[in-house]
């Protein structure tokens, strides 16, 4: 039973295309966050939506838009993709939005951008 | 802003051996710490956590130290098996009102060689 599962797993598409990535957790988690993993391995934090409500916006392009019809569910579209857009995306969830709890991972996008 | 420092970036033993990683934080008001394993391919998963009332945390043949004073804590694994083969990520909390979020260290690819 997957508790936080994302689609699609790879995504390989075309400098300027619009793309989205969807996100469900069976958790009952009140938060959900979206991370970006580039190449060198490094987790970080892009949005956080607690109970749909957005919490947490990092300085992350406009292109980048979240959006969360139900706690359960997030999904992020990325207008006008870039090079630098490549990179595995993570979606996460957790039982509340102080920073203090368990994250869940998904198990990750692959987005490749040519 | 708030950061965390991991080191080292590699870390190359020999199975049986033991393994430390460590990370330094900046805001002093972090009071969680988690710890994260990913292996290649896979989703970043909680191994063990430490929250800032504790000093020391074990699980079997893992372990957590806090210095709250210093602003480091480190990850001890002990009798490496090559199923420990993966990247480690340090976290620690960082809360601002009643949202928080996770601030991540650089991650240290663990290797053990058999």
Known sequence: ???????????????????????????????????KQDSKKFLKIMFSYNNKELIINETVPNRFSPKSPDKAHLNLHINSLELGDSAVYFC????GASGSYEQYFGPGTRLTVT | GENVEQHPSTLSVQEGDSAVIKCTY?????????????????????????????????????AVTLNKTAKHFSLHITETQPEDSAVYFCAASHTSGNTGKLIFGQGTTLQVKP
């Open chain 1, 92 to 95: 996460a969830s957790s039982q």
């Open chain 2, 26 to 62: 900046s805001d002093s008001a972090s009071n969680y710490f988690p710890w994260y394993k990913q292996e290649l391919g896979k989703r970043p998963q909680l191994i063990i956590d430490i929250r800032s009332n504790v000093g020391e945390k074990k699980d079997q043949r893992i």
């Open chain 1, 1 to 35: 039973d997957t508790a936080v599962s994302q689609t699609p797993k790879y995504l390989v598409t075309q400098m300027g295309n619009d793309k989205s990535i969807k996100c469900e957790q069976n958790l009952g988690h009140d938060t959900m966050y979206w991370y």
